[in-house]
């Protein structure tokens, strides 16, 4: 089972390095779709007891990640008429540097810090990569709409986080669901925003008419 | 009991708020007397822990607890002569109430996930608050908001689960994530996972505290928020936040970590210090300048922490007085903001212009307030810890805020108005919060109540402070 673990993080990570270097919104929200399919797998591979609660996170994920928050995101493309490009301020090749970098210095901590309860290193290292890369698309997209999908990113990094804890500590990573209501009131917002035709554009880097 | 009534019965209130048609108001002031009174109750004898210890009650929370409750109560005194000029909308009240359970929550957990939760919840419960009038302006600042702070709170939950690793294989007896058992087996905690623990909670929190560099929805915030809302913000959510910072710092202190832990928080401090002092010179308006004035107080709040000594307790002090100097602050300007043309508002508006002048002298650390006090007891400790840069530095900067606040206050109090409004009627209700407020700052500065002394002495002890 150790091998279908990491072959699931290595996918998660191509999912991350998909969203860094893709022009095209539908194709980010897809990758981080699989990526919250894979998140769902992901606590039935590490835990082969499987316990009434593996199945409830690994349910509860897959509806949760894998499905209705891509749908609803796609909902919001369609309902806000959201141009499809993701219009990055740094380009697609810096962006996947950047992702290299990210999970070069995720592997040197991962290395060096205790990993608990005798988990493989990768996932680690996958956890603070999946971080990492979230807050490089949060920092480096100009849409709002994409500036979510880094939100889930990173969310899901510390999904994975927590999943190392999850027999130790009750309730840990049921409370990063509370993040998805975020994610809900983002996707929310942009929708009612666009409604109201506030906006021309859901151009975050509109959103400068407050300055000092 | 009263641990649980505390949360319950604001968000049961919020609820009964939202199925009232109108009265609002009341409704608001009467939930926060039974909630202060509640917390009168937990001063004449501290309850018991509830939920395995994840609920309880130390001398640190209640402070935050008793903070945030007199705020609420002074608040919602100024929302009833709100919402009276005001519409408020059906969700105002109830926000407003779901924001006070939520708080209650951040001051009395004791399970650092439960205490997160709390956090997460003062985040959401503004955000229809800060939208309130919708237009253009106030949508961009809850946009700023919610992401900045979305991600800060995203940070913090990973510290929190860096804190879970660091307990690493759990005895009996050693329940995780629950602060007495952290503390108690603070030797035991993983050095590496503890520090990136502190890091991570420290940014997060710090984010909602608004520490510069993290302060950049601040001034945008606390500026279209109305202006209770914003006194809510600037008094009652920094103290949360700042509690969730005390409880990483509690921690890493009993670990015998503190000399990792001081220099990052003295950074964060002094930057606050450094970036409030730039931009509040030549600020415009005012709302935002109070904002800037309010990086400057939980610059000073972390400094404090950082200093450690009696800088813990002037830490404290200084907690209540931003409280009660930025609610009374955002109140008397709320007041100013209902008037067209505010320059020369003594003359426009006698009280609020009186009550913001009061303000002035109190948020810049001038005696006889409680601010000053505070101040001095922090600078104090700075250079009692043999760091004379950091007091020169701390000093000038304070002089130049003062600076900066002074001349666009003076400037709005006494300027020449070319069309002056007449002296406009006030109401009762909107001078009477802020007039409590000031009467407190100024209590605060003159003779510091037997009881809050012991209280915020005791606070400071648990992080590893000592009392002047």
């Not at chain 2, 921690?251 to 950074?267: D, E, Q």
């Not at chain 2, 109090?413 to 002056?420: D, F, I, K, S, V």
């Not at chain 2, 605060?444 to 992080?463: E, K, N, R, T, W």
């Amino acid at each position: 089972m150790e091998h279908l673990a990491d072959l699931l993080l290595l996918l998660v990570l191509l999912t991350c390095f998909l969203i860094l270097g893709t022009t095209r919104l539908t194709t980010c929200i897809r990758a981080v779709a699989v990526q919250g399919g894979l998140l769902g797998v992901l606590p039935l591979v590490l835990h082969q007891h499987w316990s009434l609660h593996t199945l409830g996170l690994a349910a509860g994920t897959l509806l949760v990640k894998a499905i209705v928050l891509p749908w609803f995101l796609t909902w919001a493309i369609r309902e806000a008429a959201v141009r499809r490009e993701v219009e990055p301020r740094v380009g697609y090749i810096a962006s996947l540097v950047l992702g290299v970098a990210a999970v070069a210095a995720a592997s040197a901590v991962a290395t060096r810090l205790p990993v608990p309860g005798n988990h493989p290193i990768l996932l680690l290292a996958t956890s603070l990569s999946c971080v990492i890369m979230g807050l490089v698309v949060l920092a480096t997209r100009a849409k709002a709409l994409i500036q979510v999908v880094g939100y889930l990113m990173l969310e899901n990094g510390i999904y994975i986080f927590g999943l190392m804890s999850m027999d130790r500590v009750p309730f840990l990573v049921e409370v990063g669901v509370l993040l998805d209501v975020f994610v809900g009131v983002f996707i929310m917002g942009i929708v009612v925003f666009h409604i109201n035709r506030e906006f021309d554009s859901l151009d975050s880097a509109r959103l400068t008419e407050l300055t000092d | 009991m009263l641990l649980a009534a505390l949360v319950l019965i604001p968000a049961l209130g919020a609820v009964g708020a939202y199925g009232r048609p109108a009265r609002h108001g009341l409704w608001l002031v009467s939930m926060a007397g039974v909630h202060l009174a509640l917390v009168a109750g937990a001063w004449i004898a501290l309850p018991a822990p509830i939920l395995d210890g994840w609920i309880a009650l130390d001398a640190l929370g209640l402070v935050v607890l008793t903070v945030v409750s007199t705020l609420f109560l002074v608040v919602a005194t100024y929302a009833v002569g709100y919402l009276r000029r005001e519409r408020g909308g059906r969700g105002f009240a109830s926000w407003l109430l779901a924001f006070l359970a939520a708080a209650s929550l951040v001051a009395e957990s004791h399970h650092l996930a439960l205490l997160w939760v709390g956090m997460e919840g003062t985040t959401l419960a503004l955000a229809p608050l800060i939208f309130h009038r919708r237009d253009r302006r106030s949508l961009e600042a809850v946009w700023k908001y919610l992401v900045i702070s979305s991600v800060g709170i995203a940070l913090a939950l990973l510290g929190t689960f860096f804190l879970a690793t660091a307990q690493g294989d759990l005895g009996p007896g050693n329940r995780p994530l629950v602060l007495e058992d952290l503390v108690a087996g603070a030797a035991q905690l993983h050095p590496a996972w503890l520090k990136a623990a502190f890091v991570f909670l420290l940014v997060g929190y710090g984010t909602k505290l608004g520490l510069a560099p993290m302060h950049t929805w601040k001034p945008d915030t606390y500026g279209e928020a109305p202006a209770l809302v914003s006194a809510l913000m600037a008094g009652g959510l920094t103290s949360c936040a700042f509690l969730g910072i005390a409880r990483a710092t509690e921690v890493v202190t009993a670990a015998g970590l503190v000399s990792f832990a001081r220099p990052p928080l003295l950074a964060f401090g002094l930057l606050s210090l450094v970036v409030a002092a730039a931009f509040v010179i030549g600020q415009s308006d005012i709302k935002r300048l109070l904002a800037y004035s309010s990086v400057e107080h939980v610059g000073l709040l972390v400094l404090g922490l950082g200093i450690g000594g009696v800088g813990t307790y002037g830490s404290m002090l200084h907690l209540v007085n931003n409280a009660m100097v930025k609610g009374l602050l955002f109140l008397a300007a709320g007041n100013a903001a209902l008037i067209a043309s505010p320059r020369g508002l003594l003359r426009a508006a006698p009280a609020s212009g009186a009550l913001l002048l009061i303000g002035l002298f109190a948020v810049t650390g001038s005696p006889p307030f409680g601010m000053f006090l505070s101040e001095l007891t922090i600078l104090r400790a700075v250079l009692g810890g043999g760091h004379v840069w950091i007091a020169a530095a701390v000093l000038a900067l304070l002089a130049l805020i003062f600076i900066g606040i002074a001349s666009m206050m003076l400037e709005l109090l006494y300027g020449p108005n070319p069309a002056p409004a007449p002296a406009a009627r006030e109401s009762r209700w909107l001078l009477f919060g802020p007039a409590v407020l000031a009467l407190g700052a100024l209590v605060l500065g003159v003779a510091i109540p037997g009881p809050l002394q012991h209280l915020l002495s005791q606070a400071a002890g648990a992080l590893g402070g000592s009392t002047p």
